[in-house]
């Protein structure tokens, strides 16, 4: 649902499922999967959005990451770039890893509570699809710093793999970046 | 033991004379005075972080949109961000420059900060990351330029260590 705007804007993705998944519903040029370094998917978000003031940038997180790098709320909250989208996909679980339950499992830690207490103004929780593509919709319409937390089902592909090789994404990302910018006009005289 | 408010100002003038509009950073002592006028100036980005991992994917973000950004933290802050050394700008040829105030090393009077001091240099060479020593105000702007451009060409992070020579007024 959330793929058809992806695709005009730079967008961070975790590791494991969602990087699989965006995949394979079809790579871009625009798409970087941070491979690990788990944690700083928003803060790349965050390096992105406020150095491309012209660019609507897109963070797909997850409740391991988050977890791991919760001092990003707090950075996200004080410098808020109002183009920055972040999705945390929140299956309760560290699912590439087989599986066990993380801390947000069975309702104990509330990911979106912990977005709003650290400051951030325009926080959703979503439990539903439907829920999901209304948030999404007025998160990417508006211009403020947005993040939704989706609750989602702990499931998965049954392959992981690309043909695309780490820094080769990196580069790419970069170029595509670059190829955006409008040329700076050559001065005359 | 006061921070030199005339080096400061050499290592800032040394960050814009490289060219740089945008630093990510986790204030420490030796780095206020530098900070503060980093803040002050309305031609230089600063962004502050809670912990010093995050400024590692923040000066990703910023190299992917093309901008001329450096890192600045406390040697232990480097510490604590080493996975993000290693697995986000080493694993994806990201060039960091990281200027990293070197405590608990020569001259050192608090026990806190020892252990950090003792091992930095050690880890650094573990990580294969270059390192040079900035000691005088004369030749650190020439050393954040040449750090700046090791790590551009060589798509790797850089480590410019401020000395106790250099940060702190000497009496």
């Known amino acids: ?69 919760l001092g990003t709320l707090a950075t996200l909250a004080r410098y808020r770039p109002r183009n920055l989208v972040c999705v945390i996909f929140d299956n309760g679980s560290l699912l590439s890893t087989g599986g066990f339950d993380s801390h947000t499992a069975s309702g104990i830690t509330d990911l979106a509570a912990m977005a709003r207490a650290a400051g951030i103004q325009q926080v959703a929780a979503v439990d539903s699809v439907l829920a999901f593509g209304e948030a999404a919709v007025e998160a990417f319409g508006r211009d403020d710093l947005s993040v939704i937390v989706a609750k989602v089902a702990a499931v998965g592909p049954n392959h992981y793999g690309m043909d695309l090789h780490l820094p080769e994404n990196a580069f790419r990302f970069k170029r595509w970046i670059a190829g955006r910018k409008s040329p700076v006009p050559r001065e005359t005289s | 033991m006061s921070v030199s408010y005339e080096n400061s100002k050499a290592v800032f003038q040394g960050i814009k004379d490289a060219g740089i509009t945008s630093l990510s950073a986790l204030p420490e002592t030796w780095l206020g005075l530098l900070l503060q006028q980093a803040d002050r100036d309305p031609d230089m980005r600063l962004i502050q972080v809670a912990k010093e991992e995050e400024a590692i994917g923040i000066a990703a973000g910023a190299y992917f949109a093309g901008e001329r950004h450096i890192l600045l933290m406390q040697n232990h802050g480097f510490l604590a961000a080493i996975n993000g050394v290693v697995s986000l700008a080493m694993l994806y040829s990201i060039p960091l420059c990281m200027l990293i105030a070197l405590r608990g090393h020569w001259g050192e009077p608090y026990p806190w900060h020892t252990r950090g001091g003792i091992v930095t240099e050690g880890v650094l060479r573990a990580l294969n990351v270059p390192f040079e020593y900035a000691r005088s105000p004369k030749e650190v702007g020439r050393q954040i330029r040449e750090a700046w451009t090791l790590s551009q060409s060589s798509l790797s992070p850089v480590a410019l260590l401020l000395t106790r020579d250099l940060m702190e007024e000497q009496l």
């Open chain 1, 1 to 69: 649902m959330l793929y058809p705007e992806l695709a005009d804007k730079p967008v961070v993705t975790i590791m494991g499922a969602s990087a699989q998944e965006l995949y394979d519903l079809g790579h871009r040029e625009n798409f970087f999967y941070l491979q690990h370094a788990m944690g700083l998917a928003s803060s790349i978000g965050l390096g992105l959005a406020l150095h491309l003031p012209h660019e609507k940038v897109v963070v797909l997180d997850g409740d391991g990451s988050v977890l791991m790098n």
